[in-house]
């Protein structure tokens, strides 16, 4: 694990040139992961393992949620994405081990990574409050938003025919489906809390 650490120290960001890798901006997932501590925590509750073809499995974790957040529905898919930055982190964990990777975690291990992530968590707010300007809390319509977190969704809009009454077109003169802004009552007092997604101005019942 110690060698993984501080892989990220030498990138850059270019448009062009050799060594480029694809989907660069989930590199900054695992950076970090790294940075906050996650994944040395999650490393640390497995044993270290033996033998050439071994996987650290923290690593394979964090590949796992960065190839999802790329749009990943399957291990294989999985696979495929990381494939992409095979120059920064070698092979990308295959499908099969992926597989057995989740398939050993059971309730306890669950658990353990539960604790983990709360305790990397609690930190990341930390860290957060204690920076110039206080916590980055979202202004909203001249509403300071305190205590909630608001996850702006933003895509192309999805066309589709519309029968509805009073139906517009948007503003690129089609009939489509519109992303709405989706929000969370996580409170960084209480960041194990509960979650409740609260439905945006524009979505249908």
């Excluded at 060698?3 to 694809?22: F, H, M, P, Y």
């Excluded at 923290?58 to 999985?78: K, Q, T, W």
């Excluded at 009454?165 to 992303?179: D, I, M, R, S």
Aim: proline letters at 5%; hydrophobic letters at 40%.
């Amino acid at each position: 694990m110690s060698e993984r650490i501080g892989w990220d120290r030498r990138l850059s960001v270019t448009t062009n040139g050799k060594g480029l890798v694809g989907h660069a901006g989930v590199v900054l997932l695992h950076k970090l992961a790294d940075r906050v501590g996650l994944t040395p925590a999650l490393a640390g509750l497995w044993p270290e393992g033996q033998g050439a073809t071994w996987r650290d499995r923290a690593h394979v974790l964090i590949s796992l949620a960065a190839a999802i957040v790329c749009g990943a529905r399957s291990m294989l898919e999985a696979e495929r994405l990381q494939a992409h930055q095979a120059a920064l982190f070698g092979t990308a964990p295959s499908d099969s081990t992926t597989h057995r990777t989740l398939a050993g975690l059971d309730e306890p291990m669950l658990a353990r990574i539960a604790t983990a992530r709360a305790k990397i968590r609690r930190h990341v707010w930390q860290l957060l409050h204690l920076r110039p300007g206080g916590f980055p809390w979202l202004t909203v319509a001249g509403k300071r938003l305190r205590g909630w977190i608001v996850i702006d969704i933003d895509a192309t809009v999805i066309t589709a025919a519309s029968d509805k009454n009073g139906a517009a077109v948007t503003f690129k003169k089609t009939y489509g489906f519109q992303c709405a802004m989706r929000r969370s009552d996580v409170s960084p007092a209480q960041p194990e809390g509960t979650r409740k997604e609260v439905p945006g101005p524009n979505d249908s019942p």
